[in-house]
């Protein structure tokens, strides 16, 4: 959406979604492993997208075999893109097994998306663990892969009542740099719902959130938003919602 | 429950963010401490124990190894309860 050449891989073997989600399903021909295992070349397997030039999405295969990712293929993919596009995305699997390290092991930066609840927090500190162990940088004592916070699901008004972590709990006991928060939002559904990204819902807060977030990647200093509670104007507060 | 409860703002409840967090910084911190001891622990642990067994009649449980890193310095802690 900022002009970018961008691609986005679903390393999520066997649990393949992110086509779902971009609402570019019913155009998958090829995927990951094909083109890992040389049964097709990236133009064939690579989807663009169709509200977005500079996009394309590369989807995971539905194959129940976790380890058909091999490093070596993976890297060579990985390689290959990097030739034709300024930013490769690896969407990880959740959890710390075979395709989450894959997604991992080559990067340059990593966003970890975490929800302000403890199992999420914890996980992502254990991931922050690898990924400052485990990675093709670590293990070649490079510079270290550049880490991001990215909160969802967060709900200011929780936060005002005690029910919730506050962000800042989290950015400390993570000690990462807070990439943005976006809040919990009925948008998300909706746009899963109808495989339209919400970051191209331009009224929404969770698309809003969503585009500050790409904005802050790429270098721009914009004040975080989302974090305190909204008022309502008076409209809104006589007559509910 | 009393009357005068239904107007108290909310109970104790209310506070569980604040759980949530002196939770996790202990288990983070700790969670840490494991992951960067090194491989060798749990084995060296194992044999430990088993030499002073040799020694000394006490149970598994009665010996405890814990491996802690103050600074710079890494502190290897041996405590043994020797039955009466």
Redo the contacts between chains.
């Keep these: 959406m900022k002009g970018h050449r961008s691609a986005v891989i679903d390393f999520d073997v066997g649990l393949r979604n992110l086509d779902l989600i971009m609402g570019c399903e019913r155009r998958v021909v090829y995927d990951f492993v094909n083109v890992i295992n040389g049964e097709a070349n990236l133009n064939q397997a690579l989807i663009r997208d169709k509200r977005s030039d500079n996009l394309y999405v590369l989807p995971a295969s539905q194959t129940r075999d976790k380890h058909a990712l091999t490093q070596e293929g993976v890297g060579r993919v990985l390689e290959e893109l990097s030739e034709d596009f300024e930013y490769v995305i690896c969407d990880s699997p959740a959890g710390i097994e075979h395709g989450a390290t894959m997604a991992m092991y080559f990067a340059d930066d990593a966003i970890v998306v975490t929800n302000p609840e403890v199992s999420s927090v914890r996980d992502s500190d254990r991931m922050l663990g690898i990924l400052a162990s485990k990675s093709r940088r670590a293990e070649n004592n490079e510079e270290p892969i550049k880490e991001y916070l990215l909160l969802s699901r967060y709900s200011p008004e929780r936060v005002k009542e005690g029910e919730m972590l506050h962000v800042e709990d989290v950015k400390e006991i993570l000690a990462l740099q807070l990439l943005g928060v976006v809040p919990e939002s009925k948008a998300v559904l909706t746009a899963s719902n109808s495989g339209v990204p919400v970051i191209l819902d331009k009224e929404g807060d969770a698309g809003k959130a969503y585009m500050d977030v790409v904005e802050r990647y790429l270098g721009e200093d914009l004040p975080h938003r989302f974090i305190e509670i909204q008022k309502k104007k008076l409209f809104g507060r006589l007559f509910g919602r | 429950m009393g009357f005068l409860d239904y107007f108290r703002a909310?109970p104790k409840s209310?506070?569980?963010?604040?759980l949530?967090?002196e939770?996790?910084?202990i288990?983070?911190s700790h969670?840490?401490l494991e992951?960067n001891s090194p491989s060798y622990l749990p084995k060296m642990k194992e044999e430990l124990i088993e030499v002073i067994r040799k020694y000394v009649d006490v149970d598994q449980d009665a010996v405890s190894v814990k491996l802690e890193q103050k600074g710079s310095r890494e502190m290897l802690e041996l405590n043994v309860v020797l039955p009466d």
């Excluded at chain 2, 209310?14 to 604040?18: D, I, L």
């Design positions: 909310t209310g506070k569980s963010a604040t949530a967090k939770r996790l910084q288990l983070v969670d840490r992951a």
